[in-house]
């Protein structure tokens, strides 16, 4: 069975395993710290970063837009009208720049910064960098996040689904990236109504139901996080 390397609190790791889901493609889950610098893990992928995918045939896919792609080619075109990559060459270069978005954009402006300092810098020793949380760097992740959301809200207002009519991988990875802030409890979508109600269209899904099911030891989620009415 394929195997996915991946971290719960990995935003790119989330949007693999429901991409996986969408399209009823099976792999056998295991965690990976990365910060750890395992030498098994850097032979698949030097860079360090997650998720990686490694094949039956033993081939490792790196990152999630590779994963992406190769699930697409390999099983999306046959699913039609559930196919996460638009067929038009415009509508699939505007869900690869949504997918640019929340991926790396939201990730380096939001995620990352307050994944480090509220989980990641509580579990390493002082030696690798591990601290109590940055006050500045919590401060500025947050103020990030109204920003993106904002946005957010404007493509959940205009659009039926954030790249077009059709669900696709700009969903999906846009609520893997909020999935972890919300985790975090980081987001008041009570401020947000529109990308409140995209969000839940998202959540009520059954490939997203596992994510839902995520805990993370020591760092339990806000009390809404599973909810779908919430």
């Not at 919590?138 to 039926?160: C, E, F, P």
């Not at 139901?209 to 339990?220: G, V």
């Amino acid at each position: 069975m394929p195997v996915l390397y991946h971290h719960t609190v990995s935003a790119a790791s989330r949007f693999a395993r429901v991409c996986f889901n969408e399209v009823d493609f099976a792999a056998e889950l295991r965690e990976e710290l990365p910060w750890e610098r395992r030498p098994e893990f850097l032979k698949l992928n030097p860079a360090e970063t997650l998720p990686v995918l490694v094949t039956d045939n033993g081939h490792a896919l790196c990152g999630p837009h590779v994963i992406a792609e190769w699930l697409d080619e390999s099983f999306g075109v046959f699913k039609r009208d559930r196919r996460l990559l638009a067929e038009n060459p415009f509508s699939r270069a505007e869900i690869r720049r949504l997918m640019e978005w929340f991926l790396v954009k939201f990730e380096q402006d939001v995620v990352r910064p307050l994944v480090r300092e509220r989980f990641i810098k509580l579990q390493l020793p002082s030696s690798k960098g591990g601290s109590a949380p940055d006050p500045k760097m919590l401060r500025t992740g947050r103020a990030n996040i109204r920003q993106h959301m904002k946005y957010l809200s404007w493509l959940a207002g205009s659009r039926t689904w954030l790249a077009g009519d059709r669900l696709s991988y700009a969903d999906l990875a846009a609520a893997a990236a909020l999935s972890v802030m919300d985790y975090l409890g980081e987001i008041d979508w009570n401020e947000y109504p529109q990308a409140k109600e995209w969000y839940q269209r998202i959540k009520s899904r059954p490939s997203f139901r596992p994510l839902l099911t995520d805990r993370i030891r020591n760092l339990p989620p806000v009390a809404h996080y599973a909810d779908l009415d919430f």
